[in-house]
């Protein structure tokens, strides 16, 4: 079962579709992309990232395949909406996670702040690392949650992105809960993805599947 929640503040006037996808009831997308590097949300460009994903998906239904579709096309198609790019502001960029989930197991791969967690119990077994800057700093052994920067992203899908994305498998149990969702969801949760969503920040648009 995948079960669906989303929101937005009004001023960004955004729809499921401009950041969420789920494909053939497995295959589920986040994504977020900025038109410049001071932009906060682009729904254009994020419902680019999601339809050159779901392009390639329909043709080979392979999502490692298509994620790195998604790599290549993604900084021709935003430059051919925007036109020339203005250099101090910076070029378009996307974020991206795609889970790939079966009955035994769930493999993510993902670049960007997208966030997912394997709830057992209640209780969070695994997790993927967001690019973000807390996160980086939590790795070093550092607590940045308090940082101006903290909603820094470290790394992004653009032209001159040519390190591998981020992959990992995480194993599943009868009665797992799979979490997606669009900030990091660290605490221990037990509840339907509406429920979740109350309790994460109100800063930002945020969506979250659960897949039960």
Not at 39 to 63: M, N, Y
Not at 90 to 107: F, I, K, N, Y
Request: net charge negative.
């Amino acid at each position: 079962m995948i079960d669906v929640a989303f929101r937005a503040e009004d001023r960004m006037r955004l729809t499921e579709q401009d950041v969420m996808r789920v494909l053939d009831e497995r295959v589920v997308l986040i994504a977020n992309a900025y038109d410049s590097g001071f932009s906060i949300c682009w729904p254009e460009g994020s419902r680019v990232v999601l339809d050159l994903f779901a392009e390639r998906w329909s043709s080979t239904h392979d999502w490692e395949a298509s994620f790195a579709y998604v790599r290549v096309k993604f900084p021709e198609k935003a430059t051919a909406i925007l036109g020339p790019i203005d250099e101090d502001l910076g070029e378009p960029a996307a974020t991206l996670l795609a889970a790939h989930v079966q009955p035994s197991h769930v493999d993510v791969v993902w670049i960007g702040p997208q966030h997912l967690v394997v709830v057992r119990d209640g209780v969070v077994v695994s997790r993927t690392q967001p690019d973000t800057l807390v996160e980086m700093g939590r790795a070093q052994g550092f607590d940045l949650e308090d940082s101006p920067h903290r909603h820094v992203l470290t790394r992004t899908i653009r032209r001159e992105d040519i390190l591998p994305p981020h992959a990992s498998r995480f194993a599943l149990k009868t009665g797992d809960r799979v979490i997606v969702a669009s900030e990091a969801v660290d605490d221990a949760i037990d509840a339907t993805s509406r429920e979740i969503l109350e309790k994460l920040p109100r800063n930002k648009f945020e969506c979250v599947i659960v897949v039960g």
